[in-house]
């Protein structure tokens, strides 16, 4: 059993920064860590995930060049960086770990979720 903690959402303008931090109550090493979020009325989506081998994997077209994932220097703990943040961003963002990244997108089976931390950004 992992559990996982998102913290750093919040309110901000377009064009803002956030940065989210998921916290386990394991070392990360050996796990692949995925970003997913679910804006009101949609389904969960994954964003970007990083693999066990730091294999970094976007799903979502939209944050490229935007968003990084990245393992924090804490190894139980792993950063997804928003910059140039949209209205179209805004939805409550899920970290969620597995043995291995999801292969497509809309695939999100992986193995435990956090309860997720609120990004709302206005225009």
């Known amino acids: 059993q992992v559990q996982l903690v998102e913290s750093g959402g919040g309110l901000v303008q377009s064009g803002d920064s956030l940065r989210l931090s998921c916290t386990a109550s394991v070392t990360l090493d050996y796990y692949a860590i995925g970003w997913f979020r679910q804006a009101p009325g949609k389904e969960r989506e994954g964003v970007v995930c990083?693999?066990?081998?730091?294999?970094?994997?976007y799903y979502v077209e939209s944050v490229k060049g935007r968003f990084t994932i990245s393992r924090a220097n804490a190894r139980n703990t792993v950063a997804l960086q928003m910059n140039s943040l949209k209205p179209e961003d805004t939805a409550v963002y899920y970290c969620?770990?597995?043995?291995?990244?999801?292969?497509?997108?809309?695939?999100?089976?992986?193995?435990?979720w956090g309860k997720g931390t609120r990004v709302s950004v206005s225009s």
């Open positions: 990083i693999s066990s081998s730091d294999i970094i994997q």
């Open positions: 969620a770990v597995a043995w291995g990244c999801p292969g497509l997108p809309g695939d999100n089976n992986m193995d435990y």
